[in-house]
């Protein structure tokens, strides 16, 4: 017997069960980013491994360590996509979508990542994306973190999630703040952890956010990024807060709030909860005024948001949010054999005048005991039996297998019965 083939390890299948709660969530994300006149666009999961090492960093971890990377037949480097904003841009760019325009832009789509798979974390994940190009004012970060809210307003989930914001102000500040603090830190290199003294050169900005707890210890006397802000940037996160509070919008400024990815610069936010153990980031990003130019492109601002869709859902059945579903409305079948040849005609005359209606066909011969209790077993809030009469018209009997909040409104069944005829 040949060996069973199984799933990549991080790579998951998404089976009929679990369907119906992402179909939820990713039509509720297309009704809202609708609501703000977002575009869909959608990007190859296969791009040149360039584009990602411009665009993130050479030195970051994702690229340095988790991207799936491979040379094609024709010795070009190629990457799956780790991430949406690079992909995003690099096709704004190719097709002139950014050139003198402003375009609002949404993705939804799998990201690759060779990382630990741990709950709500795979190897292949998904991420909804929002990306707004050619805006620089505060109006635009402030419309970008309220289209998130409203999603958690539409979910039923804003009381579990923390809006955490932070500015990188510009490139100049940003660098003079850098060398701040990696002056500071060389001074405890000895009590760094690893990964630590490995970013003091590299990508010092990321240390903020180390998990060690003695590093964090040395951080508390560590120099301030907000310290070192710009009056252009100061001014900038100034105007983004109060146009939050008038929206009613609560935030937390967290200065060791950097993201992991090098082309960020002044707003950075993410959406934290506490409902998922230690994957609290549910929604992430900010402005990069620099990556459309760094590209290729003309210099262009822009800002946006990822949010991972296996968090999202972890997160919505943790708190019970995800609506019920019905697979079957009505289940048909036949009484004897000569209605068994009319039965799949009798299914498609109750698709087409009930259109909404998921209907499911019965088959197989079992006597009608058993096709009841298959009926019964499949979900199905009623049951069609179908037979002939001695004339051979069609004749029918409807059982209300089970009681459903969102039950289909049959005033009158016999009238269903009549309009099959």
Same mark, same amino acid.
């Given at each position: 017997?040949?060996?069973?083939?199984?799933?990549?390890?991080?790579?998951?299948?998404?089976?009929?069960?679990?369907?119906?709660?992402?179909?939820?969530?990713?039509?509720?994300?297309?009704?809202?980013?609708?609501?703000?006149?977002?575009?869909?666009?959608?990007?190859?999961?296969?791009?040149?491994?360039?584009?990602?090492?411009?665009?993130?960093?050479?030195?970051?971890?994702?690229?340095?360590?988790?991207?799936?990377?491979?040379?094609?037949?024709?010795?070009?480097?190629?990457?799956?996509?780790?991430?949406?904003?690079?992909?995003?841009?690099?096709?704004?760019?190719?097709?002139?979508?950014?050139?003198?325009?402003?375009?609002?832009?949404?993705?939804?789509?799998?990201?690759?990542?060779?990382?630990?798979?741990?709950?709500?974390?795979?190897?292949?994940?998904?991420?909804?994306?929002?990306?707004?190009?050619?805006?620089?004012?505060?109006?635009?970060?402030?419309?970008?973190?309220?289209?998130?809210?409203?999603?958690?307003?539409?979910?039923?989930?804003?009381?579990?999630?923390?809006?955490?914001?932070?500015?990188?102000?510009?490139?100049?500040?940003?660098?003079?703040?850098?060398?701040?603090?990696?002056?500071?830190?060389?001074?405890?290199?000895?009590?760094?952890?690893?990964?630590?003294?490995?970013?003091?050169?590299?990508?010092?900005?990321?240390?903020?956010?180390?998990?060690?707890?003695?590093?964090?210890?040395?951080?508390?006397?560590?120099?301030? %990024?907000?310290?070192?802000? *710009?009056?252009?940037? +100061?001014?900038? @996160? #100034?105007?983004? /807060?109060?146009? &939050?509070? $008038?929206? !009613?919008?609560?935030?937390?400024?967290?200065?060791? %709030?950097?993201?992991?990815? *090098?082309?960020?610069? +002044?707003?950075? @936010? #993410?959406?934290? /909860?506490?409902? &998922?153990? $230690?994957? !609290?980031?549910?929604?992430?990003?900010?402005?990069?005024?620099?990556?459309?130019?760094?590209?290729?492109?003309?210099?262009?601002?822009?800002?946006?948001?990822?949010?991972?869709?296996?968090?999202?859902?972890?997160?919505?059945?943790?708190?019970?949010?995800?609506?019920?579903?019905?697979?079957?409305?009505?289940?048909?079948?036949?009484?004897?054999?000569?209605?068994?040849?009319?039965?799949?005609?009798?299914?498609?005359?109750?698709?087409?005048?009930?259109?909404?209606?998921?209907?499911?066909?019965?088959?197989?011969?079992?006597?009608?005991?058993?096709?009841?209790?298959?009926?019964?077993?499949?979900?199905?809030?009623?049951?069609?039996?179908?037979?002939?009469?001695?004339?051979?018209?069609?004749?029918?009997?409807?059982?209300?297998?089970?009681?459903?909040?969102?039950?289909?409104?049959?005033?009158?069944?016999?009238?269903?019965?009549?309009?099959?005829?």
């Amino acid at each position: 017997m040949a060996k069973t083939i199984q799933a990549i390890r991080g790579m998951n299948d998404i089976l009929p069960g679990q369907s119906p709660a992402w179909q939820y969530v990713e039509g509720v994300i297309r009704k809202v980013a609708a609501q703000y006149s977002y575009q869909e666009i959608r990007m190859p999961v296969l791009e040149s491994t360039e584009l990602f090492k411009r665009s993130i960093g050479e030195v970051t971890d994702i690229v340095e360590k988790e991207m799936y990377t491979f040379d094609d037949r024709n010795g070009d480097s190629l990457t799956l996509r780790p991430e949406g904003t690079a992909s995003c841009v690099r096709a704004g760019n190719e097709h002139g979508l950014l050139y003198n325009q402003t375009p609002r832009l949404w993705y939804m789509g799998p990201m690759f990542r060779h990382e630990r798979p741990q709950k709500g974390r795979y190897r292949q994940f998904h991420q909804f994306g929002i990306e707004a190009f050619g805006m620089d004012g505060p109006e635009i970060d402030a419309e970008v973190i309220l289209l998130s809210a409203r999603l958690w307003q539409e979910f039923g989930i804003a009381e579990q999630l923390e809006l955490q914001i932070n500015s990188l102000a510009s490139n100049e500040a940003r660098g003079r703040y850098r060398d701040a603090l990696r002056d500071y830190l060389r001074q405890h290199e000895e009590a760094l952890d690893e990964d630590s003294k490995r970013r003091l050169d590299s990508n010092v900005l990321r240390i903020l956010d180390s998990k060690s707890p003695e590093t964090q210890a040395l951080l508390v006397d560590a120099p301030r %990024l907000s310290d070192y802000w *710009d009056e252009e940037s +100061r001014a900038h @996160f #100034e105007g983004l /807060t109060e146009r &939050l509070a $008038a929206a !009613g919008v609560k935030c937390v400024l967290n200065e060791k %709030l950097v993201r992991g990815l *090098d082309y960020y610069n +002044r707003t950075v @936010f #993410e959406w934290v /909860t506490t409902e &998922l153990g $230690a994957q !609290g980031t549910v929604c992430a990003g900010g402005r990069y005024d620099g990556l459309v130019e760094q590209l290729g492109g003309k210099a262009t601002p822009a800002v946006g948001f990822a949010m991972g869709i296996e968090r999202l859902v972890l997160l919505l059945e943790s708190q019970d949010r995800i609506p019920s579903v019905t697979a079957v409305d009505l289940y048909l079948m036949a009484g004897d054999e000569r209605a068994e040849l009319k039965l799949p005609a009798v299914a498609e005359k109750v698709r087409d005048k009930h259109p909404g209606l998921k209907v499911m066909l019965h088959s197989g011969t079992q006597n009608l005991k058993k096709k009841l209790m298959k009926a019964d077993k499949s979900g199905a809030t009623y049951a069609l039996i179908v037979d002939c009469d001695v004339n051979g018209r069609l004749e029918y009997q409807y059982k209300h297998l089970r009681k459903r909040d969102e039950d289909k409104n049959f005033t009158d069944l016999a009238e269903l019965a009549g309009l099959l005829d």
